[in-house]
C-alpha cells in the first residue's frame, strides 16, 4: 500500500482536510456564471506555468499519407510551442466535409514506447504495430478507437504527449526528473500537456476539412484527463468524452491510492491548483458543452467514493446552467480501468449526437 509521503504526524491529513476550494463554483462570491468561468479559467492558465503560444504559425508537414477503409491516414508535424514540434497522426474520412472532428487523446498507462499508436494503427511503423495491438487488446476490447472514429465520419488527430512515442520513450522512473527539471526551468510538465492540447485542438479545428463548430475531445485514463481539461480551457472544443478519470482531490489523496506514488502523478498536477478549484469544478468550467463522463465500478485507481463526490459537483454545476440534459455521468459496474467495446459504442453514439450538423 502506498502510504502519505513522511512528514510530520498529521501533516498530510491536516493538509488535505484544509483544501476548500474557494473558487468553486457555489463557494465563490461570483455568482454570474460566464464571469465565473472566466475568472476559474483566467486562475487555471495562471498556475500552468508555461505560457500561451497563440499566434504562433503550426507550420504544418504532411507526410506518409495512405488509404484505409473508409478514411485516408496521414502524419502531419506541426510546430504546437515555441520549443516543440510533433508529429502526429490525422485521419480523414471519405466523402465531402467539412466533417466534424475528434481530438483523439492518448493514456498514460506507464507504457511509453507507444502514444498515438495506443489510438491508431500504426500504418507507417511495423516496429510499433505489435506493442499497438497488445495495448489495444489489453485496454480497448482490441479496436482502434482513432480508427474507428474516422470510419464513422470523423476527422481524428492524434499526437504524442512529451515522453511518449516519438518523444520518448521515458522510463517510468525518470518521471519525477523531468517534472523537477522543467519546473527549475520555469516550466511545468503537466502545464506543457495543457498547452499543447489547447494549440493541438485550435490546429485540428482550423483545417479546411474540419466544421469548427463540431470538435470534441475524447481520452482514456489520463487522456480522459486531458479531455475534459481541454473542454474547459479551449473554445475551440465543442464537448468532450473522458472515460476512466475523475475523482474528488481529497478523495484521491488517501493511503493506497496511486497519485501518492509520484511519478505518474506529474502529469496532471498543476502547482497550487487546489488552493481554489477541485478537480471536477475544473472540469466544471466547461458547462454548459455537452459532456460525457465514463467510470468503472471496479477501477481501482479511482475508488467510486471520489467518483461520486465529483459527479454529483459536475451535476450540480451544469444543473444551475439549465443544461443538464448535456451531461452524461455514468458507472459501469463490471468494468475496471478500460475502455470496452460497449463503452466506445455508447461514446460513439453519443458523439453523434452531440456533433450533428
Given amino acids: ?137 489489453r485496454h480497448f476490447d482490441g479496436r482502434f478507437v482513432g480508427d474507428e472514429l474516422a470510419r464513422r465520419g470523423h476527422v481524428v488527430l492524434c499526437l504524442d504527449a512529451l515522453g511518449w512515442g516519438e518523444r520518448g520513450p521515458l522510463a517510468y522512473e525518470q518521471q519525477q526528473a523531468l517534472a523537477s527539471n522543467l519546473f527549475h526551468l520555469g516550466s511545468s510538465l503537466a502545464g506543457l500537456h495543457a498547452r499543447e492540447d489547447q494549440r493541438a485542438a485550435a490546429f485540428l479545428a482550423g483545417l479546411d476539412r474540419v466544421d469548427a463548430r463540431r470538435v470534441a475531445a475524447l481520452g482514456f485514463s ?51 491548483l487546489a488552493r481554489y478549484l477541485d478537480i471536477p469544478d475544473v472540469a466544471s468550467i466547461a458547462a454548459p458543452k455537452p459532456m460525457l463522463f465514463f467510470h468503472g465500478g471496479r477501477d481501482a485507481l479511482f475508488p467510486a467514493g471520489g467518483v461520486r463526490a465529483a459527479y454529483d459537483r459536475l451535476r450540480a454545476v451544469w444543473r444551475s446552467c439549465g443544461a443538464e440534459e448535456r451531461l452524461r455521468l455514468k458507472t459501469w459496474p463490471e468494468a475496471g480501468h478500460v475502455f470496452d467495446a460497449a463503452m466506445q459504442d455508447e461514446v460513439h453514439a453519443w458523439l453523434g449526437s452531440v456533433l450533428r450538423g
Avoid at 502519505?4 to 465563490?28: E, I, K, M, Q, Y
Avoid at 511509453?112 to 504495430?129: C, N, Q, S, T
Avoid at 473554445?235 to 474528488?248: F, N, Q
Fill in 222 to 272: 489520463m487522456g480522459g484527463y486531458r479531455a475534459w481539461q481541454v473542454a474547459a480551457l479551449s473554445d475551440d472544443v465543442a464537448a468532450a468524452a473522458s472515460v476512466c478519470w475523475m475523482t474528488g482531490l481529497r478523495e484521491m489523496m488517501v493511503p493506497g491510492n496511486n497519485t501518492l506514488r509520484g511519478q505518474s502523478a506529474f502529469h496532471m498536477l498543476h502547482p497550487g
Fill in 1 to 137: 500500500m502506498t502510504a502519505p509521503v513522511p512528514g510530520p504526524p498529521g501533516l498530510h491529513r491536516a493538509l488535505r482536510d484544509d483544501l476548500r476550494f474557494p473558487l468553486a463554483w457555489g463557494t465563490s462570491p461570483v455568482r454570474d456564471f460566464p464571469a465565473w468561468r472566466r475568472a476559474a479559467r483566467a486562475k487555471v492558465e495562471e498556475l500552468l506555468v508555461v505560457p500561451r503560444q497563440d499566434g504562433l504559425p503550426y507550420a504544418p508537414r504532411y507526410t506518409d499519407r495512405s488509404e484505409a477503409d473508409g478514411f485516408t491516414r496521414e502524419l502531419v508535424t506541426v510546430t504546437l510551442t515555441r520549443h516543440t514540434r510533433v508529429r502526429g497522426a490525422l485521419l480523414t474520412p471519405r466523402g465531402t466535409g467539412p466533417f466534424p472532428a475528434v481530438l483523439l487523446l492518448h493514456d498514460h498507462g506507464s507504457r511509453f514506447d507507444i502514444g498515438k499508436e495506443k489510438a491508431v494503427r500504426p500504418w507507417y511503423d511495423d516496429a510499433r504495430l505489435a506493442s499497438a495491438g497488445e495495448w489495444a487488446g
